[in-house]
């Protein structure tokens, strides 16, 4: 007899392999972004039988991609994704999906009335300070602008005074930190800005990693490749709760943790990001991505989308106006916030995570930490290889793969 549970979805018997001694499990994943896809479609392929819900009415979690009825323009609907790793299997893994097309993410910015290449590089330098200068003279220069009278930086603010000085400070860090975290720098850790976050030749690829590139026809088919596995059934529009658990041998969840819990504790908190769409014809901005670093201008960055598919040919174009702001219960998350009192505040989820048998809580929203894909997917590998291993071994699976602190 089939336990429907709460909702209609079919949660299909256990069922055992006597000869081999090997067990069918019962899977659910909430989610049917890259972690609940990956790690679903591992557990495919050993032999479990997958249910993933997701509450959306598509695949693909926020890494989904469609194309814009009226221009054909391939749309990033939750704001822009670009593959970058250095992890040789996962690009492999995605490759073995998908086609996948070079892709370099060139960032320009407008500030203070001119536009500027980033990450700050010396053509940067040279432009914002009009000067020719080769790169170890330039070297010279921006530790001659570096505020040399904080000696032990504690603030972001003071960690980037005290590597690029002022003038670069708040050209280009200030103003779209605050738009962005809706704090000034001086309330953010140092330890955001790790290493001198200037580049002193004229490379202005935007990631260092050695694998790069975009999805011929976007995220959402390579996302749907992955679940193309006949023991993976899909119900996208289903709301998972903690109650639909029952009757699943193991659950994978990869909504946001507070949430699992009904937010019993507080929400943790999050910044959302509002899109203003709109059309235009031929080519807007010329770029794929314009961030906007001074304070009076409301947005954070422009994205033009039909620049990430430059192998595609539009004679119109789609832009997102990108802004940021607190995440309220309705809306969106989009970047954990993880200063202190939500440090604290997940750090008691944690707990009661721990506390909950046969679950364990995956991916970005899960872990409640910033994932880029890459990161995403083999922690999703290395999840889905755990569970396995726990079962041979008779061990029990951790609410946690990977510590969320
Ligand atoms: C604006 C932005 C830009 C980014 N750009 C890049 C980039 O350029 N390069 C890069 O590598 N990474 C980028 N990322 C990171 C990337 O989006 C993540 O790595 C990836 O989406 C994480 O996948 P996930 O499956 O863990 O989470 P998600 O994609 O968020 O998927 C979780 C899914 O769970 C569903 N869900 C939640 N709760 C429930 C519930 N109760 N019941 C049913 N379903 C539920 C949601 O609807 C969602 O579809 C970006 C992230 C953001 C926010």
Redesign the pocket.
């Known amino acids: 007899m089939l336990d429907l549970g709460r909702h209609a979805w079919d949660k299909p018997e256990p069922f055992r392999l006597g000869q081999q001694q090997e067990i069918t499990l019962n899977i659910l994943l909430?989610?049917?972004?890259?972690?609940?896809?990956?790690i679903g479609r591992k557990l495919a392929e050993a032999g479990h039988t997958i249910t993933i819900?997701?509450?959306?009415d598509?695949?693909?979690?926020?890494?989904?991609t469609e194309r814009d009825a009226d221009t054909g323009v391939m749309v990033?609907v939750?704001?822009?994704?670009?593959?970058?790793?250095d992890d040789e299997e996962v690009w492999n893994y995605v490759n073995s999906f998908t086609k996948f097309m070079p892709y370099k993410?060139r960032v320009k910015t407008t500030a203070q009335g001119a536009v500027y290449s980033l990450p700050i590089n010396l053509h940067t330098i040279n432009q914002f300070y009009g000067k020719t200068l080769r790169p170890n003279e330039a070297r010279a220069f921006i530790e001659e602008q570096a505020d040399k009278s904080i000696t032990d930086p504690q603030t972001f603010e003071e960690q980037a005074l005290r590597f690029v000085g002022h003038g670069l400070y708040a050209a280009f860090f200030e103003g779209y930190t605050i738009k962005q975290w809706g704090v000034t720098p001086d309330q953010l850790p140092a330890s955001i800005l790790k290493r001198l976050p200037v580049r002193f030749n004229y490379d202005d690829n935007y990631f260092f990693h050695k694998f790069q590139g975009m999805p011929v026809e976007g995220y959402t088919p390579m996302i749907a490749a992955i679940l193309d596995h006949p023991s993976i059934t899909v119900k996208l529009g289903?709301?998972?709760?903690a109650a639909d658990a029952e009757g699943y041998d193991h659950v994978f969840?990869?909504?946001?943790l507070d949430?699992?819990f009904d937010f019993e504790l507080g929400r943790l908190g999050y910044r959302t990001?509002d899109f203003e769409k709109f059309t235009e014809d031929g080519d807007y901005q010329g770029c794929a991505v314009m961030n906007y670093g001074d304070k009076d201008v409301p947005f954070t960055r422009i994205t033009e989308h039909k620049h990430f598919a430059p192998w595609e040919t539009h004679e119109g174009t789609v832009c997102y106006r990108?802004f940021s702001r607190a995440a309220e219960p309705d809306d969106?998350?989009?970047?954990p916030i993880r200063m202190t009192d939500e440090k604290a505040l997940l750090a008691d989820y944690i707990t009661l995570a721990e506390k909950t048998p046969a679950v364990t809580f995956?991916?970005?929203?899960?872990?409640y930490r910033?994932?880029?894909?890459?990161?995403?997917?083999r922690e999703?590998m290395d999840t889905a290889d755990l569970f396995l291993k726990s079962e041979t071994d008779g061990t029990a699976m951790p609410a946690f793969a990977v510590a969320p602190l």
């Open positions: 909430v989610g049917a972004g890259l972690s609940g896809a990956v819900v997701d509450s959306r598509h695949i693909g979690g926020n890494c989904h990033h939750y704001g822009p994704h670009i593959f970058h790793t993410n289903t709301t998972f709760t969840y990869s909504g946001p949430s699992y990001l990108e969106i998350p989009y970047y995956v991916g970005r929203l899960g872990t910033y994932l880029d894909m890459d990161v995403t997917i999703a």
